[in-house]
């Protein structure tokens, strides 16, 4: 088990969001919080504990939300080598009429860390024990309109190449946005609204 050690606070306006360092972008003129590399050990670690400490325990199954979910899924994915994998794209775009949307593209299979678990063939499926834990990943809960989405292409997917009768399907996030309309199952960080403007803060990843 991977142990959490002491948090990084850093505090601009009141507002302390640990392992983020603050700063202002010199092209707008906002206060933003930057995820660095160094940082992210922290947050995968918290992660990993949450994961270890649940009923959860072992994930059969690894789902990244791409592009943002790509980074914490490869860290869980050597930490679980024995999961299979899956790449789910999603395009956010502004829609003049209806504003902010999303598109959900299909879920990309591909074999375990390790190699033992493999997509099975087209027309065939696995069985991934007597029930089939699944982690869904993204970098960060901004909004989370787009969680009822993924979810649905996820739920919707797995009959397809696993044999199991039952799903325990969790998500998982290094951060989620007090503004978020959903909340994953494991998270490394709640970021407050700025206490000065009343606004979720930027939040600012170095990939």
């Not at 302390?16 to 707008?28: C, G, L």
């Not at 593209?105 to 499926?125: C, H, K, L, Q, Y």
């Not at 998500?171 to 403007?197: G, H, L, Q, W, Y």
Request: a neutral charge; charged letters at 20%; glycine letters at 8%.
């Amino acid at each position: 088990m991977y142990s959490s050690p002491t948090p990084h606070k850093v505090e601009r306006h009141g507002l302390i969001i640990p392992h983020a360092e603050a700063f202002v972008d010199p092209a707008d003129g906002v206060e933003k919080y930057y995820v660095g590399r160094r940082n992210v050990h922290h947050l995968e670690a918290s992660i990993i504990d949450q994961i270890a400490g649940s009923h959860f325990a072992k994930p059969d199954v690894l789902i990244a939300i791409t592009r943002g979910g790509e980074f914490p899924f490869y860290t869980l994915s050597e930490v679980f080598p024995h999961a299979l994998h899956g790449h789910l794209p999603i395009k956010r775009y502004k829609n003049a009429v209806e504003g902010h949307n999303a598109y959900v593209g299909n879920i990309n299979w591909a074999p375990s860390t390790d190699g033992t678990v493999r997509p099975p063939e087209t027309g065939s499926t696995v069985l991934l024990g007597s029930v089939a834990r699944v982690l869904v990943i993204e970098e960060i809960y901004d909004t989370g309109k787009s969680h009822g989405l993924f979810m649905a292409v996820v739920r919707k997917a797995l009959p397809s190449i696993c044999s199991n009768q039952v799903f325990q399907i969790k998500t998982a996030a290094f951060f989620r946005k007090a503004s978020s309309v959903a909340k994953p199952d494991f998270c490394a960080i709640e970021v407050p609204n700025n206490p000065e403007t009343g606004k979720s803060p930027w939040i600012v990843f170095h990939w």
